[in-house]
């Protein structure tokens, strides 16, 4: 009977692993999401795994040599005591298959709200008010806009000082 396994791969090899996995016809899945990033001051989005160097495998432990597995470029190991394999629940990978068909899944929550979204200021003096997001201010700040006794102020935060206003 075919059970989901855990395989832990070498560092940025996931989509090697589940090549020749796939060549062996095993089948594989690694859930992917878009994230946002400020990289040199821009904001990027880029198509990264969301558990990096884990992959879960889709198989028959009777049907497949366990050391054929392991030794797939690749993978390092696979999750587990020893010889024994743990078993991946199905209902969380095919949650994470659905969830990853979902536009609005892939998209990870970040910290990097768009210019013009409203955030709240979490730390410092302003810690409370509302403010507008205007743009990245180098990789580790972004610029505020901030509406104070009738005059548009703007300021320089950590990105760790505020959060996007959820409605």
């Known amino acids: 009977m075919k059970y989901w396994y855990l395989a832990y791969c070498r560092p940025k090899e996931e989509e090697r692993a ?24 821009k904001i990027t989005e880029k198509i990264e795994p969301m558990f990096p160097r884990y992959l879960f495998i889709h ?20 999750i587990g005591h020893g010889s024994h394999w743990d078993k991946v629940p199905a209902e969380l990978v095919y949650q994470l298959m ?8 892939r998209k990870v929550a970040s910290r990097l709200p768009k210019p013009g979204q409203k955030v709240i200021i979490d730390e410092g003096p302003f810690s409370g008010l509302q403010a507008i997001y205007q743009e990245p201010d180098g990789e580790q700040r972004s610029l505020l806009l901030i509406s104070m006794l009738n005059q548009d102020i703007h300021g320089s935060f950590a990105n760790n000082c505020f959060r996007c206003v959820t409605d």
Not at 25 to 38: A, F, H, N, Q
Not at 59 to 78: A, N, Q
Not at 98 to 105: I, L, T, V
Request: hydrophobic share 30%; charged share 35%.
């Open 98 to 105: 659905r969830n990853e068909d979902d536009d609005e899944c």
């Open 59 to 78: 198989m028959d432990i009777d049907e497949f040599s366990p050391i054929k597995i392991r030794s797939t470029r690749g993978i390092h190991h696979i």
């Open 18 to 41: 589940k090549l020749h996995l796939h060549n062996q016809g095993i089948d594989s899945y690694y859930p992917l999401v878009l994230t946002r990033k400020i990289i040199r001051g």
